[in-house]
C-alpha cells in the first residue's frame, strides 16, 4: 500500500514531536493511510484514544507490585481497552488490501504476548500522536484568546 505525501508530512511531523521515538512507524502511517482514504476520522480519534489509554494503563500496572491495590482494576480495564483496539484494528483491516489485512492479523490480531506486546508498541505511538493533538489543540486555544 502506498503512503501518500499527505500522510507522510504527518507521520514526518510526529517523528520530529517526538524525537524519531516511534515504535511502529511503518503500522501508523498504514493507519493513517487507511483512515483518510476510507473517510474514517472518528475510528482514527477512537484508536487514538484507546491506544493512548493502554499505553497509560500499562505504564502505571509496571509501576505497581504485584497485589497492590488496583492492580485488578488497572488489569481488567487494561483488557477491555485491548479488545477494544482489536476490534478497531480489525475495522481497519478490513478496509486494506489483502497484504495489509495479513500482516495487521498477524502482528497485531493473534491471541498471543506477541500480539499483546505489539498492541502495547503501537499504543505507545498513538499515546505520542494524543499528546500531540492536544499540544495542538491547546496551541490553537491559546492563540483564539
Not at 507521520?11 to 493511510?33: M, P, T, V, Y
Not at 500482516?103 to 499528546?131: A, M, P, T
Request: aromatic letters at 6%.
Amino acid at each position: 500500500m502506498d503512503i501518500s505525501e499527505d500522510t507522510q508530512r504527518v507521520l514526518n511531523f510526529l517523528q520530529d514531536f517526538c524525537d524519531g521515538n516511534l515504535r511502529k512507524s511503518n503500522d501508523i502511517a498504514l493507519l493513517l493511510e487507511i483512515a483518510a482514504i476510507n473517510l474514517k476520522a472518528k475510528e482514527m480519534n477512537d484508536l487514538i484514544f484507546t491506544g493512548a489509554s493502554i499505553w497509560l494503563i500499562s505504564q502505571k500496572i509496571k509501576k505497581l507490585k504485584d497485589n497492590e491495590e488496583g492492580t485488578n482494576q488497572l488489569a481488567e480495564e487494561l483488557h477491555r481497552n485491548i479488545n477494544e483496539i482489536s476490534r478497531l484494528l480489525q475495522c481497519f483491516s478490513s478496509l486494506a488490501p489483502t497484504e495489509i489485512q495479513k500482516r495487521i492479523e498477524r502482528i497485531y490480531l493473534v491471541n498471543d504476548y506477541g500480539s499483546f506486546l505489539n498492541i502495547i508498541d503501537l499504543s505507545h505511538d498513538l499515546s505520542i500522536l494524543k499528546d500531540l493533538q492536544n499540544k495542538l489543540k491547546r496551541e490553537e486555544q491559546q492563540s483564539s484568546e
